[in-house]
């Protein structure tokens, strides 16, 4: 199944909430790649692996490729990559998100499938 949109009662939510992009150092390495990938590329090619109607919503193709990126560049476990995110600021922005995550956005074992 694609994976799902915000409904507008979520984005209205996040009117309160403060941006990753505006506090984080442009100069970091994670900040200065996540705007050098052609993410829409990626999603258009992994998207077309979707089914649509069937099973659970599906999680956002650029969190799935960054998580698996960073889990490669920094030699992480499945599980502590997806713990790590919640601790990281650049990794949650790297991975699409523009507002700090406070729960876990996946369990570990979507990464090995």
């Known amino acids: 199944m694609q994976p799902k949109t915000l409904s507008e009662e ?3 939510a996040e009117l309160f909430r403060s941006r990753l992009d505006p506090i984080l150092n ?4 994670l900040f200065r790649l996540a705007s050098r990938i052609d993410w829409d590329v990626l999603e ?6 979707y089914s ?5 919503p599906g999680l956002p193709t650029r969190l799935l490729v960054g998580l698996h990126y960073l889990k490669h560049a920094y030699d992480e476990s499945d ?5 790590r995110f919640l601790e990281n600021p650049y990794w949650q922005y790297f991975c699409g ?5 406070h729960e876990l956005p996946l369990d570990p074992s979507p990464l090995v499938r």
């Open 52 to 56: 649509s109607g069937m099973g659970r």
């Open 44 to 49: 258009s090619q992994f998207g077309a692996l």
């Open 26 to 29: 442009r100069n970091h390495p």
């Open 97 to 101: 998100y523009e507002f700090s995550q």
């Open 79 to 83: 599980e502590s990559a997806v713990e």
């Open 10 to 12: 979520q984005a209205q």
